[in-house]
């Protein structure tokens, strides 16, 4: 669990932070989305992210999260101004999720990482070694 959520959702925004605050919201977004450990299947990050931008996300864009990242973050700077109510209802959605992932990864629920089999290679290392040898 990341502390910097928990401390993003304990902010007191006032008009004199706001624009710093506004600016932590790429980033929030970030820990959000491309942790696979707070929301693992894709699909499951419709519900967020249809609360966060406030729009009906078409599929193609939950196959990736990173193309999710970037539409989330761009609908939000295309925003006219942010408020300090935006941000209340992203710290609110945001301490949601922390609280329903907290109940759902219990112990139990827990399961083994996967072991790659000991012969297999990333993509990383092949082309390292092609280098190499090239």
Known sequence: MSEYLKDFTTLNITKSNLEI???MIPSV????ILDRNLIHPNIELRPF???I????YKDYLFGSRTALFARLTKDAYITPSITISDIKELQNIVSEMLLWNKKSNSPQDAQPAKEKPSGSDSPLKQWKRIIEEG
């Open 21 to 23: 605050t506004s600016d």
């Open 53 to 56: 931008g406030h729009d009906e």
């Open 49 to 51: 992210a249809n609360k």
């Open 29 to 32: 977004l970030a820990k959000i």
